[in-house]
């Protein structure tokens, strides 16, 4: 079984400005990618999920950002939105 943990902390991280957004970025993609297993549930599994497209919709060049990627302060406000999901989740 895949554990929501570590995706919760780096949703945190990068939520609360210690994990900066490229960095959260290279993270998590692989952690996604490459943890074998499954989740417990769809729930735990949808919120994993929709952490990995807020870091794959991350756009790190320097300049104006395509319109349909994120700006840091985007990746921020979505993993904040999904830490509090998956805390709900990790403490049933």
Known sequence: ??????FLVLAEAVAEGRLAAGEFMRLCLPL?????GSFESQERFRAAQDL?????????SPGET???????EQV????AA?????R????V
């Open 66 to 72: 395509p319109s349909d990627l994120l700006t840091a």
């Open 32 to 36: 996604f990618s490459n943890t074998p």
């Open 52 to 60: 990995f497209f807020v870091a794959d919709d991350y756009w790190e």
């Open 76 to 79: 921020r406000e979505k993993a």
């Open 88 to 91: 709900s989740l990790v403490e």
């Open 1 to 6: 079984m895949k554990d929501l943990a570590p």
């Open 82 to 86: 999904i830490a509090v999901r998956m």
